[in-house]
């Protein structure tokens, strides 16, 4: 049982068009999140919601949208997509009454051309 | 507000040789602190972490890391080490007063151990 599923696992698009990454977590936690892994490996939080709620969100261009339709999905729509958007996107959960650590997916590595 | 700093970008290593990771921090508040590996294209596991306690954590394939408090570091170590372990390994906290707040990431070392 994967404990964190995102999907898909590689996208490759062109620029201008609209794409949505989906995550799920079947662990129990309440909180989830988006990290954008640069070409650098630099890790960067995006957003992070709390039971459905918008907790986190990390001066992100409004093209992303977060969507949380229960607290065990978060998906991550992205609109107008350009070259610099290109990495890996990673989901990532947590219990927020507890502080062990997050559970990330495998990633999604999107390709801008 | 808080930042880590990881020392090494990449680590080169000759295999049963020992290495060091490492890795300081910077926090106006306490904080949790942790190890993540992560190989290649995979995502990111976690190693160990130090939440309290014994300052000094080990995972169960061997790497351990020392809480420094004066310091503010968080160094990863390992006494030998296996083609298999070559990986990018990256430090993080977060603020322990806000459990279900975000992971601040270091910029990544890449060990690569050769044979």
């Known amino acids: 049982d994967t404990a964190v599923s995102q999907t898909p696992k590689y996208l490759v698009t062109q620029m201008g068009n609209d794409k949505s990454i989906k995550c799920e977590q079947n662990l129990g936690h309440d909180t989830m999140y988006w990290y954008k892994q640069d070409s650098k490996k630099f890790l960067k939080i995006m957003f992070s919601y709390n039971n459905k709620e918008l907790i986190i969100n990390e001066t992100v261009p409004n093209r992303f949208s977060p969507k949380s339709p229960d607290k065990a999905h978060l998906n991550l729509h992205i609109n107008s997509l350009e070259l610099g958007d290109s990495a890996v996107y990673f989901c990532?959960?947590?219990?927020?009454?507890?502080?062990?650590?997050?559970?990330f997916g495998s990633g999604t590595r999107l390709t801008v051309v | 507000a808080q930042s880590v700093t990881q020392l090494d970008s990449q680590v080169p290593v000759f295999e049963e040789a020992p290495v060091e990771l490492r890795c300081n921090y910077s926090s106006s508040v306490s904080v949790y602190l942790f190890w993540y590996v992560q190989y290649p294209n995979q995502g990111l596991q976690l190693l160990l972490k130090y939440l309290s306690g014994s300052t000094l954590v080990e995972s169960i394939n061997g790497f351990e890391a020392e809480f420094n408090k004066s310091q503010t570091s968080f160094h990863l170590r390992k006494p030998s080490v296996h083609i298999s372990d070559t990986a990018e390994y990256f430090c993080a906290v977060s603020d322990r007063n806000n459990q279900g707040g975000k992971l601040i990431f270091g910029q990544g070392t890449e060990l690569s151990v050769k044979p």
């Open positions: 990532a959960s947590s219990r927020s009454d507890r502080n062990y650590g997050y559970t």
